[in-house]
């Protein structure tokens, strides 16, 4: 346990309405990351942060938006949400030999 | 465009048989080669690997790395139904955010 949670664990929402997932580390880990998982498509990279304030983009960023004020707090929003965001959502942090750890998940429905 | 392959996409085995998982990959630069375990939840690091030839090994798991023909394997002996999940490949580049290109995954079945 990595000591990372993700809050909401599952959403539904609507087309067009903002959506924003929160992921919490309680070990004051650098790097965070923010995957998508789909049937067929495995775990893509959304963004990820290397510090306060420090985001980049990843391979399907395109929709997303992320923020980090603090060490431990990593946001993922969906400004206008669509029914193509509909997926899984997996926080990750870095551990001390690069390999990374992951959230429990958060089930996203897009109606 | 890094990509990362696995095979098969899916197996069905008996308790007690031994399994071969194989990933593939073509990176730009590689660090290191990442396995995952999922069952119906976030997904479980396994083993992390970087040299070639040298086999990790955690109970009844074992991996090995071929860096000059790029790719791994995973293997599993005696195999029980706990280990019914999918398995997640993962390639790591050499840039400074430990970027992972994730493969599809093996979903392997053990029956009774």
């Known amino acids: 346990d990595a000591g990372i949670t993700q809050s909401p664990r599952h959403k539904v929402t609507e087309t067009g309405t903002p959506v924003t997932l929160r992921c919490h580390q309680t070990?004051?880990?650098?790097?965070m990351y923010w995957y998508r998982q789909d049937p067929g498509h495995g775990l893509r990279l959304i963004h990820y942060?290397?510090?306060?304030?420090?985001?980049d983009k990843g391979e399907v960023s395109d929709g997303y938006s992320v923020s980090r004020s603090k060490t431990e707090d990593f946001l993922l929003t969906l400004e206008s949400a669509t029914s193509s965001q509909t997926s899984v959502y997996f926080c990750?942090?870095?551990?001390?030999?690069?390999?990374?750890?992951f959230g429990p998940g958060t089930r996203l429905t897009v109606l | 465009e890094d990509k990362v392959v696995q095979s098969p996409l899916s197996l069905v085995v008996h308790e007690g048989d031994t399994v071969t998982l194989n990933c593939s990959y073509e990176?730009?630069?590689?660090?290191?080669l990442l396995w995952y375990k999922q069952e119906k939840k976030a997904p479980t690091f396994l083993f992390m690997l970087?040299?070639?030839?040298i086999e990790k090994k955690s109970g009844r798991l074992s991996s090995i790395l071929d860096k000059k023909e790029l790719f791994s394997i995973l293997n599993i002996t005696a195999t029980q139904t706990g280990d019914s999940a999918v398995y997640l490949c993962?390639?790591?580049?050499?840039?400074?955010?430990?970027?992972?290109?994730f493969g599809t995954g093996t979903r392997l079945q053990v029956t009774l």
């Open positions: 070990e004051n880990h650098r790097y």
């Open positions: 990176v730009t630069n590689f660090r290191s």
């Open positions: 993962a390639v790591e580049g050499t840039g400074t955010a430990s970027k992972l290109t």
């Open positions: 990750a942090i870095r551990g001390q030999g690069n390999e990374q750890f």
């Open positions: 942060s290397y510090g306060v304030k420090d985001t």
């Open positions: 970087t040299s070639s030839g």
